[in-house]
């Protein structure tokens, strides 16, 4: 790269970031030491890399937390309009044209975000995310102009593809400024603004449709409002955003080359790698990114039937549309609550899949308990079990990107697995909008059954897959003569994957 993108090589660093005491890759305390080709050791300190860390979480992650929110909003908030009169105003007479306007959504939405995650991985995410965001915020503000079904149809097929791989290149574009030990809380931290905006979309609706009168129906004011704060996001998030740290203004030129060497010893084996279509499909080659696929299907059906039909859930407890929507409030700050105390203990622990696996479990529970009650006579029972629907889907969402993400060091392999991953998780919306179907209406038995299920599987998949990596690395120890964790291999020696000898599974 020529100028201010140019990346820090080998001869670039003629010194330690602190006293050389400690020659082996990784120690408990992260404190790094990096051998290098031409025989150096260059030591990352812990205090150095809490400043640098500490710089990226106050000017990258509340960018990215609220574009994710509005994000969120933009796709939700067709849940809160339907309650508020959607279908009428818009001549829908049809008994499943509301679950059309839902399923059309995730079908553009799976075709173009491969296409997308690899733009975002040639041209930045720091530039391809703000464009993303700015079509998808004007997708929204133009519902406004909508008076049929067949007009929000179109919009919402444009809304899936400029919506489509933006989790995945979030995904990707913080796997470049922090370590595999440190990405679960952050992308954490992240991902609760889908849940704050599941609360925040309840708060709004709950103003909104207090409008009465007007040149428009009161829940198209939810369109506007969202429509137009996604693009005033999208032109700060273009402005502020690094495209690296190399590019990063807020760093110093020391910062610049910790960052870069801290992420090649525990994050990326190429930082900065230019993107190769051959080299990433190589990923689909072994079979854990079939079971991780597999993992992603089961947790979509969950994790859209609670996005999309929390409010006709909850409406059921007999509540006013209003109150409907103010309800939905608690149930979404709980599950972004639950969220981060899974991942902050999966970070603190280093192990992923137990958690994933209890993620599953809470969704299970709630649904099953609502489909077996009589919700009319234990309401408190009922909006009790809405809240262990909100608490296992968020999070086995965010720590299985984290758990294959951390056991891929190629950058192109991990950007073109989580490109596909995430879509597929968001392409089961298409199973979830349509076993939610208005005959079924209101107890919805045969769709919480179906969710339920795919939750138990998840659970079963998740343990198995699991289980297979603890026993594998036991295996290698075995071969190699010494036991080995995953955090003390630098990711430098770990492109080729379960192909090196060294490789070590994070579970």
């Given at each position: 790269m020529a100028g201010s993108d140019r990346q820090p090589d080998e001869e670039d660093v003629?010194?330690?970031?602190?006293?050389?005491?400690?020659?082996?890759?990784?120690?408990?305390?992260?404190?790094?030491?990096?051998?290098?080709?031409?025989?150096?050791?260059?030591?990352?300190?812990?205090?150095?890399?809490?400043?640098?860390?500490?710089?990226?979480?106050?000017?990258?992650?509340?960018?990215?937390?609220?574009?994710?929110?509005?994000?969120?909003?933009?796709?939700?908030?067709?849940?809160?309009?339907?309650?508020?009169?959607?279908?009428?105003?818009?001549?829908?007479?049809?008994?499943?044209?509301?679950?059309?306007?839902?399923?059309?959504?995730f079908v553009p939405y799976v075709l173009t975000a491969p296409f997308l995650g690899i733009l975002g991985k040639m041209y930045g995410p720091s530039r391809v995310l703000p464009c993303m965001m700015f079509t998808f915020g004007s997708m929204t503000l133009l519902v406004v102009a909508v008076y049929n079904?067949?007009?929000?149809?179109?919009?919402?097929?444009?809304?899936?593809?400029?919506?489509?791989?933006?989790?995945?290149?979030?995904?990707?574009?913080?796997?470049?400024?922090?370590?595999?030990?440190?990405?679960?809380?952050?992308?954490?931290?992240?991902?609760?603004?889908?849940?704050?905006?599941?609360?925040?979309?309840?708060?709004?609706?709950?103003?909104?449709?207090h409008i009465h009168g007007g040149a428009v129906p009161n829940w198209k004011f939810l369109f506007v409002i969202e429509g137009s704060l996604s693009m005033l996001m999208a032109i700060t998030a273009f402005m502020f955003l690094p495209r690296s740290a190399a590019t990063a203004k807020f760093l110093t030129e020391e910062e610049k080359k910790l960052a870069?060497?801290?992420?090649?010893?525990?994050?990326?084996?190429?930082?900065?790698e230019p993107f190769q279509l051959r080299e990433a499909v190589q990923?689909?080659?072994?079979?854990?990114?079939?079971?991780?696929?597999?993992?992603?299907?089961?947790?979509?059906?969950?994790?859209?039937?609670?996005?999309?039909?929390?409010?006709?859930?909850?409406?059921?407890l007999g509540y006013s549309t209003v109150k409907t929507n103010l309800y939905t409030v608690a149930p979404n700050v709980t599950g972004a609550a639950m969220l981060l105390v899974l991942a902050f203990a999966s970070d603190y622990t280093r192990w992923r899949f137990p958690f994933i696996a209890l993620g599953f479990f809470f969704t299970f529970c709630g649904f099953v308990i609502y489909a077996s009650i009589d919700v009319e006579a234990e309401l408190q029972i009922a909006y009790f079990a809405c809240f262990m629907m909100t608490w296992g889907t968020s999070a086995p969402s965010v720590l299985l990107d984290v758990w294959y993400n951390n056991n891929i060091a190629d950058e192109n392999r991990?950007?073109?697995?989580?490109?596909?991953?995430?879509?597929?998780?968001?392409?089961?919306?298409?199973?979830?909008?349509?076993i939610f179907r208005n005959q079924d209406a209101p107890e919805y038995i045969p769709a919480l059954a179906t969710t339920a299920a795919f939750g138990a599987l998840g659970i079963v998949l998740t343990l198995l897959l699991g289980a297979y990596m603890i026993v594998d690395n036991k295996r290698r120890d075995r071969e190699q003569g010494r036991k080995v964790r995953a955090r003390d291999i630098p990711t430098k020696l770990l492109q080729q994957g379960p192909a090196c000898a060294d490789f070590r599974w994070m579970y």
């Open positions: 003629k010194y330690s970031f602190d006293k050389p005491h400690d020659t082996t890759p990784t120690n408990a305390k992260h404190e790094t030491a990096i051998t290098e080709e031409h025989g150096e050791i260059f030591v990352l300190s812990e205090k150095a890399e809490r400043a640098l860390v500490w710089k990226f979480d106050i000017r990258i992650l509340p960018l990215l937390a609220m574009m994710y929110l509005f994000n969120a909003l933009d796709k939700s908030n067709l849940g809160n309009a339907k309650t508020a009169g959607l279908e009428k105003d818009l001549g829908m007479e049809g008994t499943n044209d509301y679950n059309i306007l839902l399923s059309i959504f079904f067949a007009g929000l149809m179109a919009l919402r097929w444009f809304l899936g593809m400029a919506e489509s791989a933006f989790f995945p290149l979030v995904i990707y574009y913080q796997t470049q400024f922090y370590r595999r030990g440190e990405l679960a809380r952050r992308l954490a931290i992240f991902y609760a603004a889908s849940n704050i905006a599941g609360a925040f979309g309840g708060l709004l609706a709950y103003g909104v449709f870069f060497y801290r992420i090649q010893v525990d994050s990326s084996a190429i930082v900065e990923i689909l080659k072994h079979w854990t990114s079939w079971m991780i696929l597999a993992i992603e299907m089961c947790l979509g059906i969950p994790l859209q039937s609670v996005s999309l039909f929390l409010p006709q859930i909850i409406a059921r991990r950007v073109f697995l989580t490109s596909l991953g995430v879509p597929i998780a968001n392409m089961m919306g298409v199973v979830s909008s349509n």
